[in-house]
């Protein structure tokens, strides 16, 4: 089996796939690629399984070596690209020889970008997934010298591209939470009549907003949440739970947002606005 190497592995970028889907109930975590869409883009445009493994980058890119021969796509945020001296932007497919090095650049317009290789990152499984995250996998982050598995060789088609414009929407799709109708009218006017501005307080286990929303709730016995649950904090903070978050919370679920939406938030930078609507 053929194997890359890490030469400069960014900040905070890891392994993902779909996730831990079903073991929620042990209080495991989702995880997975923060932005779904871009890494399924990834392996679609490779004919790989969704499921399969990607590297995720968080707004600096990696440098590798490949020591076989592979077919790689390059998703998510827009980057430059560089191999063997040829550049490239994303989303692209690039076909890679033995020996190259393969350096991608900052994001440039959102949060996450996602490598794809032909047949996925040949990864530890652990639950059911080969997602980084700390307690369940030894590997937290990707580090220099790291190692990687795949399979070499394959060729694939380049015809499915879709640069995902919907990624760059500010509207986010949700649904009423457990605890909407808890609000006032005017409150619930509030929330959904405002735009709200994407913290400096984020990862990959939830994104604060800076707006606050003045209200009298308590907190609720601890229970279920999901990715995409927003949370209202006593201090009236809105936290958007995203792939690495906790499976119960004791803060008021005011909202919860659409699969799309996760994705879509997801991309957006510190200062960027958001609002929401309610999917019926």
């Given at each position: 089996m053929a194997r890359l190497t890490i030469l400069n592995p960014g900040f905070n970028s890891t392994i993902q796939d779909i996730g831990r889907l079903e073991y929620r109930a042990y209080g495991v975590p989702h995880s997975g690629a923060m932005d779904q869409d871009s890494s399924r883009l990834a392996n679609q445009l490779l004919n790989n399984q969704e499921s399969d493994a990607v590297i995720e980058m968080t707004l600096s890119g990696v440098e590798i070596i490949f020591s076989e021969p592979t077919q790689i796509a390059i998703t998510g945020a827009h980057c430059k690209i560089m191999l063997q001296h040829l550049g490239y932007e994303s989303p692209c497919v690039i076909a890679v020889k033995t020996g190259d090095v393969l350096q991608i650049g900052a994001a440039m317009d959102g949060n996450f970008i996602y490598l794809g290789?032909?047949?996925?990152?040949?990864?530890?499984?652990?639950?059911g997934s080969r997602s980084y995250y700390t307690g369940i996998l030894d590997s937290s982050f990707l580090k220099k010298g790291d190692h990687l598995l795949y399979d070499s060789g394959g060729v694939v088609s380049t015809d499915k591209f879709n640069d995902m414009e919907s990624k760059w929407n500010s509207s986010l799709k949700a649904y009423v939470g457990p605890e909407f109708y808890l609000l006032s009218r005017k409150q619930q006017e509030q929330l959904l009549g405002t735009s709200f501005t994407i913290?400096?307080?984020?990862?990959?286990?939830?994104?604060?907003?800076?707006?606050?929303?003045?209200?009298?709730l308590s907190a609720i016995k601890s229970s279920p949440v999901l990715?995409?649950?927003?949370?209202?904090?006593?201090?009236?903070?809105?936290?958007?739970?995203?792939?690495?978050?906790?499976?119960?919370?004791?803060?008021?679920?005011?909202?919860?947002?659409?699969?799309?939406?996760?994705?879509?938030?997801?991309?957006?930078?510190?200062?960027?606005?958001?609002?929401?609507i309610i999917k019926n």
């Amino acid at each position: 089996m053929a194997r890359l190497t890490i030469l400069n592995p960014g900040f905070n970028s890891t392994i993902q796939d779909i996730g831990r889907l079903e073991y929620r109930a042990y209080g495991v975590p989702h995880s997975g690629a923060m932005d779904q869409d871009s890494s399924r883009l990834a392996n679609q445009l490779l004919n790989n399984q969704e499921s399969d493994a990607v590297i995720e980058m968080t707004l600096s890119g990696v440098e590798i070596i490949f020591s076989e021969p592979t077919q790689i796509a390059i998703t998510g945020a827009h980057c430059k690209i560089m191999l063997q001296h040829l550049g490239y932007e994303s989303p692209c497919v690039i076909a890679v020889k033995t020996g190259d090095v393969l350096q991608i650049g900052a994001a440039m317009d959102g949060n996450f970008i996602y490598l794809g290789i032909k047949n996925g990152f040949q990864t530890e499984v652990s639950l059911g997934s080969r997602s980084y995250y700390t307690g369940i996998l030894d590997s937290s982050f990707l580090k220099k010298g790291d190692h990687l598995l795949y399979d070499s060789g394959g060729v694939v088609s380049t015809d499915k591209f879709n640069d995902m414009e919907s990624k760059w929407n500010s509207s986010l799709k949700a649904y009423v939470g457990p605890e909407f109708y808890l609000l006032s009218r005017k409150q619930q006017e509030q929330l959904l009549g405002t735009s709200f501005t994407i913290s400096k307080l984020w990862n990959r286990m939830a994104f604060q907003l800076e707006e606050t929303l003045v209200h009298t709730l308590s907190a609720i016995k601890s229970s279920p949440v999901l990715p995409g649950t927003i949370q209202l904090t006593p201090d009236g903070k809105l936290i958007v739970l995203m792939r690495d978050a906790q499976t119960t919370g004791g803060y008021p679920r005011v909202l919860q947002l659409t699969e799309e939406a996760v994705n879509i938030i997801s991309q957006k930078r510190v200062g960027e606005a958001v609002d929401f609507i309610i999917k019926n």
